[in-house]
């Protein structure tokens, strides 16, 4: 419920009377937060570090992942290993995601996020001592939604998702559509994100009243604009107090109705020596009567299921012995047996690991159920999203082993036949040919569906260059960085029905056929390349001919 620091006077009392299941944050401050769980062993206890690197952004996938790391190492250090059985949840970087900023731009924010959560899962949270630890993501500020693909890394990694519920304020008075477009736009990402089958769990990071400036829906989230200015609550206890009740009463109701899914909110600010800041500051005594007010909204707190009934029976017996022997369990978040399970087959030994040539490789070998063929599935260590496979290199007549990826790729031009219309670095005016053109017409001339060569992020949906914002010669296109390493541009189309930031399944439509940008009739132009290069301008560099790859 507060932002603690050490000058706030007897801040101990106020944390004590929080309900279990609150939360206190601290900015790098791991013995605070250690004290305050003594005091009060039920609250949440939240970490945000003050990182003072710019924050950048794009690279390839390693790159980011790297950036992770040094992220982290500037406070993952012996201080906080001393204290971290009392530190619940760690944020990462603040505030940098905004709906204003360009595809591209809130694509590599999407890579960071996914980048930071995979560092921290993997290298982190499989440590005894941090595994209980869990990270927040985006921490967006009101104003600015947090993507999709943000939301499905945060799911599938058991991350929460961050949000800053500040709410305008005009003389003690708020207006009735604040709940939807800015305390409350949290639970109206959560209803989009479940609508997509995604669930999430929330930390409501920062929180407050914040004045209005100009007209509805402006407001003012400036370091003058606090409860305490004289067009927002000018100072009045009693007035912000109700301006908060109203609020937990809100959050609470929807807390009620969605499996008590969202921490309670964290109050800016209690740091008296910043007078930046000076108008969101709430100190003692204040501090105190909110701590006994916010008693009426407990959190729901989950009861423990009862302890299994005593083993009676032969299935009770069967199910023990058959876990004690247990060899081999599926971890579809491991990349090799992800694979293994996407292509139908299933291991038939524990992932093991070699070195040849200075390299290490991971592999297992998996069978398929029905028609008997065995494969090794491998890929070299690190790099996780570039798995292969290949079948008994004796049964080869060079006795040689595939070192290729191999790609199952769905068709882009959905119902009708592949049919090359112009292949791939054929000879052109302005250059070679960088990618392959598709017959995208059916049998009565009329546009078809396009749809995603395999499952992946949409990084670009747009009709605009990438570079400079003029008309694109590809017309309406969408780019999408596959699961399996490719980035793929869908081009030419007519309509577009996905946008960046949103996942999609091999299969998933991108948007239907058409002859929009240079073009001299319907048709799909499509280009791969591979991650890396050409994310950032119009430039396509380093493409590869997509017809082997589709079978053509």
């Known amino acids: 419920m507060f932002h603690i620091s050490s000058p706030v006077n007897d801040w101990p009392r106020a944390v004590a009377l929080l309900p279990a299941g609150y939360a206190v944050k601290a900015i790098d401050n791991v013995q605070m937060l250690d004290e305050a769980k003594r005091v009060n062993p039920g609250i949440k ?62 694509y590599s924010r999407i890579r960071w996020a996914m980048a930071v959560t995979w560092v921290w899962s993997n290298e982190y949270r499989t440590l005894p001592e941090y595994r209980h630890i869990r990270l927040i993501l985006a921490n967006t500020a009101i104003g600015n939604d947090i993507p999709l693909a943000v939301a499905q890394t945060a799911a599938q990694h058991d991350a929460v998702l961050g949000y800053h519920p500040y709410w305008p304020v005009k003389n003690n008075q708020t207006p009735e559509d604040a709940w939807q477009w800015y305390e409350g736009r949290w639970a109206a990402m959560d209803a989009a994100f479940r609508a997509q089958g995604i669930t999430v769990e929330w930390a409501l990071t920062e929180a407050g009243a914040v004045r209005y400036w100009g007209d509805w829906p402006n407001i003012g989230l400036d370091p003058n604009g606090g409860w305490k200015h004289p067009e927002c609550h000018a100072g009045s206890q009693g007035e912000y107090m109700l301006s908060i009740s ?40 204040f501090m105190d009567d909110i701590a006994r007010m916010v008693q009426a909204w407990p959190v729901g707190v989950t009861t423990p299921p009862p302890p299994p009934p005593p083993v009676s029976g032969f299935k009770e017996v069967l199910w023990d012995l058959s876990i004690d022997a247990q060899a081999i369990s599926l971890n579809t978040d491991a990349a090799i ?25 991971h592999f297992q070998a998996a069978e398929h159920p029905s028609i008997y063929e065995r494969r090794v599935y491998w890929c070299v260590f690190g790099d996780w999203d570039t798995v292969g496979w290949f079948g008994d290199p004796h049964d080869t007549i060079d006795d040689t082993t595939s070192s290729t990826t191999e790609f199952d790729l769905v068709s882009p031009v959905d119902g009708i036949p592949l049919q090359v219309t112009s292949p791939f670095n054929v000879p052109r005016s302005w250059g070679p040919h960088e990618g392959l053109d598709l017959c995208a017409t059916d049998e009565y001339g009329l546009p078809v569906p396009i749809v ?101």
């Open 45 to 106: 206890t939240i970490l945000r570090h003050w990182y003072t690197t710019q924050q950048h952004f794009g690279g390839t996938i390693e790159e980011n992942r790297q950036r992770a790391r040094d992220f982290f190492a500037t406070f993952i250090d012996g201080t906080f290993a001393n204290y971290a059985h009392n530190i619940d949840y760690i944020e990462e970087w603040n505030e940098y995601n905004a709906n204003g900023h360009l595809d591209y731009e809130i």
């Open 246 to 285: 109203r609020f937990m009463g809100q959050w609470a109701a929807w807390n009620r109705a969605n499996g008590w899914r969202c921490l309670p909110p964290v109050l800016f600010d209690s740091r008296p020596w910043d007078d930046e800041w000076k108008h969101f500051q709430v100190r003692q005594p």
């Open 337 to 361: 047996q992800r694979a293994i399970v996407e292509d139908g087959f299933f291991p038939v030994e524990g992932e093991l690991s070699t070195n040849v040539d200075d390299v290490t490789y």
């Open 452 to 552: 995603a060569i395999d499952s992946g992020v949409v990084v670009w949906a747009s009709n605009l260059r990438r570079s400079d914002g003029e008309p694109s010669a590809y017309g309406s296109h969408v780019i999408v960085e596959h699961d399996n390493g490719l980035i793929a541009w869908y081009c030419h189309l007519e309509t577009m029905a996905v946008q960046a930031g949103q996942f999609v399944l091999a299969g998933d439509m991108l948007g239907l056929a058409g002859t929009t940008g240079n073009s001299t009739g319907i048709h799909l132009h499509l280009t791969l390349q591979w991650p890396g290069h050409g994310l950032d301008g119009y430039i396509v560099e380093d493409v590869i001919d997509p017809a082997p790859l589709l079978g053509i």
